[in-house]
């Protein structure tokens, strides 16, 4: 079903609607082991945050991906709900002192949102990956992206070929 019929307005993005279908759930699972989201085997890794540019086993393109600042807004809503909830039960079962929890605290939190951003970042990736998202489509929607959008007034916009 195109977007046209859904909503009444032009499709933005008829590219989409040509692509196969992924499976989001597949992806974003690879994504959180930190795996191509396309072959679930190459890491989608090549340093500590860094995406590599393409998977190492399948050749898959992973550089297209636009995480930007997603993942960290994700780790710190995890996080924070994960450390307030420890100190709400510190505070009311046990009886740490101030200086303890004023070095278990910003520790732990260090800790898990270091852990966390890997998963997350990759599992971002993988849902990019499964919607097709920011060139994930191919060279064909490479081009759609660069069509001028329908209603789009910005001169800049005007002036692409
Ligand atoms: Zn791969």
């Keep these: 079903m195109t977007i046209e019929r859904l909503t009444g307005r032009p499709d ?5 609607d ?4 992924r499976d989001i759930w ?3 699972r690879r994504g959180l082991q930190c795996r191509c ?5 190459g890491a989608i890794f090549d340093g500590y945050l ?3 540019d393409r998977c190492p086993a399948c050749g898959e393109e992973l550089h297209h991906h636009r995480a930007d600042d997603l993942p960290p807004y994700i780790v710190i809503t995890i996080v924070g709900h994960i450390i307030i909830t420890l100190v709400l039960a510190v505070e ?10 004023m070095i278990l605290w910003p520790l732990l939190t260090l800790a898990v949102a270091l ?5 997350v970042k990759g599992a971002v990736v993988g849902y990019q990956w499964a919607l097709h998202m920011h060139g994930f489509g191919g060279p064909q929607e490479d081009e759609a992206a660069l ?15």
């Design 12 to 16: 933005l993005h008829p590219a989409a």
């Design 115 to 119: 852990v966390m951003m890997r998963p």
């Design 50 to 52: 860094r995406i590599a």
């Design 37 to 41: 989201p396309a072959c679930g085997e």
């Design 92 to 101: 009311m079962f046990a009886d740490y002192s101030t200086t303890t929890q």
């Design 147 to 161: 069509r001028p959008r329908a209603g789009n007034t910005d001169k800049k916009e005007r002036e692409r070929p």
């Design 26 to 28: 597949l992806s974003v």
């Design 18 to 21: 040509a692509q196969p279908q």
